[in-house]
């Protein structure tokens, strides 16, 4: 696992070392290797965890299973891609899963994504909606006066009063909406926004594009900026 700074790094280790601890005694394979950054294993399997500004990291190596975290935040991407992505072959039973806060355009998550949209190379992306995620509700929303916007929302994803508080309650937490989006992104594309400032409104451009309403033999109107 490669995290995007040293104390993330050392937050994984506790937790997969917590994980291994509170194991049925059946299922524990006896430790080889046990220090700060690695466990090693009986069975000869190796788990390590590491940093991503640590750009050599994994040359020399022959992982089985790569987790990139938080990848959007990674600094020596390029010494990171032909070194220890590299070092994963690209055989039956290896993997590699890059998981991250999207965090803008143009870093390295954002051209993978890009190219697993558009079926390019092997990744295939994957999604997940905050309004997914059991705890991200409120079990006892007050009474509430809905918005107009958050009346299009509730339509759009079919989300519960307790949903739409826990958004409203967070989006006053981070005093900003597109940072909410950031970090609590609806769509693929709300999450690659880069501020809450632009000519169009980006939640208007997706609701345009799913519309249905529009006449199809209407003449398109195409507007190019150069």
């Not at 451009?205 to 900026?225: E, N, T």
């Amino acid at each position: 696992i490669l995290s995007h700074t040293s104390t993330s790094t050392t937050t994984l280790f506790r937790m997969i070392a917590k994980f291994y601890k509170n194991l049925p005694e059946p299922l524990k394979l006896k430790l080889t290797v046990d220090n700060t950054k690695a466990m090693g294993f009986e069975n000869d399997s190796l788990y390590t965890v590491g940093t991503a500004g640590e750009g050599e990291i994994g040359r020399g190596d022959t992982p089985q299973l790569f987790h990139a975290s938080e990848a959007a935040s990674y600094d020596n991407t390029d010494a990171l891609e032909t070194g220890i992505f590299q070092a994963v072959a690209d055989v039956e039973g290896t993997e590699i899963f890059i998981e991250s806060t999207a965090k803008g355009i143009g870093n390295m998550f954002h051209r993978y994504t890009l190219n697993a949209l558009e079926k390019q190379g092997n990744f295939r992306a994957f999604f997940l909606p905050w309004y997914i995620h059991a705890d991200n509700t409120h079990k006892d929303p007050p009474k509430l006066e809905l918005t107009s916007e958050e009346q299009d929302l509730q339509a759009e994803y079919s989300l519960t009063t307790g949903q739409i508080y826990w958004r409203r309650m967070k989006t006053a937490q981070f005093g900003s909406p597109w940072k909410f989006k950031q970090e609590f992104p609806s769509t693929l594309h709300e999450a690659f926004q880069t501020s809450g400032v632009s000519f169009l409104d980006a939640e208007l451009v997706h609701r345009a594009r799913k519309s249905k309403a529009l006449d199809p033999h209407m003449p398109l109107i195409l507007g190019v900026d150069q």
